[in-house]
C-alpha cells in the first residue's frame, strides 16, 4: 500500500498537468451527480406511479363504463361481498366473511367509491359469510361495518329468515341505523311486486342502459324453514345493453338447488357472461337445470379453495368437484379468490385474488368486457391447487 502511495505521488509530480485535469474532471462529476440527485432528474428520477406493476390495469378498470369486483376478504374463512361499479353509482352485494373484513372491504370500496355513497345495497340472505361485514366491530375505535361507515341509498334484503343468531340481531340494528340515515329498506318481495315503493328494476346510469333487476323465486313468498336459509337468497341479474348486444351477469347468493329451480321456471333467465358461482361452488348449487339455460362465459367463485370449513371430505370443500364438473360442460374460465393453505392454523393466501370483470367501450360499436385479478388470472384448471385436488372432464 505504501509503495502504491509513493508510486501515485511520483506520477503526480511528473504529469502535474494530467492530474489536475482528472482532478477537476472527478469534482464535475461529483457536482453535477449532487445535483441530479437533490433535483430528481436523471437516474435518480423517482419512478412515475403510473408505471408501477397493475397500476394502469387499475386506472383502466376506474374508468370503465361498468365494473364487477368479486373480493378477497382478510381471513380464512369464505363468504362473499361484490362490488358493482356504473359511472358514479356503487351497488355492494353482501359483505362477508366476518365482522373482521368490514375493514378489508372499506378499504377496497373506498378506491372506487370516492363520494361515501352507496347507491344501492343488497343483503342475499342472513348467514354471518354475507352479513358480517355490514356489522363490523361494535366497540373499541367505534363502529366499522359498512351500513355505519356509508350513507346507503337503498338496501334490498332477503325476505324472510328462521334464524335467532347473535350476528342477525347486530345486522338487524345496524339496518335500523341505516333507516335512521335515511336509507330506503326493502324486501326483495316487495321489490318483484313493487309494493310500496319499491321497484323490480332499478337503473344504474342516465341513459337507462344498465338495470339492476330483483328475480323472482318461490322462497319470497313461503314461510321460512330453519334449514333452507340459502334459499331466500335475493337473485339479481345486472343487464347493459350496447351498441349491438346486451351483456347480462348472475348473481344469486346460496341459492341451492330447489331455489335454482324455481328461479328458471319464473324468469325468462338468458345465457350470461358472467355469473357468480352459486354457494361459493359449493355441490349443493350451480344445478344442471340453472346452467344449462344461462350458459355462463365466465364464473367467480368467492371462497377459499380446499376449506374445510363447511365440509371435510376432500371432493367437497371448495369448489366443489361436481361443481366443476357441471360448470365445465360451460366453460374452462372459473376463477376463485382465494387458497387455504392451512384451515386448522389460519394460513391462506390469494388464489386469484379480487377478480375484477370491467367493459371498456373504445370508438364505435361494441365494447370488450376485460378481466383483472389483483394476483393472477390463471384458471382454475391450471392451477397447481387443482392439479393435486381436483379432475377435469370438461371442455
Known sequence: MANHRRNVRKAAKKYPTLFLVLGILVAIAVIVLLVLYFMKIGPFKPKPESEAPGDGIVTEVADADLSIH????????????????????????????????????????????????LEYVIATHAHQDHIAGFVGNTDGDGRTGILYQYKVGTLIQFSGTDTTSQIYGNYFNAVNYAKSQGTEVYTAKQCWY??????????????????????????????????????????????????????????????????????????ALPEVELFKGGHHGSYTASSQKLLSVIKPKNVAVCCCCGTEEYDAKPENTFPAQSFIDRVSAYTSNIYCTTLITDYKQGKYESMNGNIVFYYIKSGEGDGELKLYCSNNSVILKDTEWFKQNRVWRGR
Open 194 to 267: 313493487e309494493t310500496d315503493g319499491a321497484r323490480k328494476t332499478y337503473y344504474l346510469d342516465k341513459d337507462e342502459k344498465v338495470s339492476l333487476n330483483i328475480l323472482y323465486q318461490k322462497f319470497y313468498d313461503e314461510p321460512t324453514r330453519g334449514d333452507d336459509e340459502n334459499n331466500y337468497s335475493v337473485c339479481t341479474l345486472l343487464s347493459q345493453v350496447t351498441e349491438n348486444k346486451t351483456l347480462n351477469y348472475l348473481f344469486t347468493g346460496d341459492l341451492e338447488e330447489e331455489g335454482e329451480s324455481s328461479l328458471v321456471d319464473s324468469n
Open 70 to 117: 368479486f373480493l378477497e376478504l382478510g381471513n380464512k374463512y369464505t363468504g362473499d361481498c361484490t362490488l358493482i361499479k356504473c359511472g358514479d353509482t356503487e351497488v355492494l352485494i353482501d359483505a362477508g366473511s366476518r365482522k373482521n373484513s368490514a375493514a378489508t372491504i372499506k378499504s377496497y370500496v373506498d378506491e372506487y367509491c370516492t363520494d361515501g355513497i
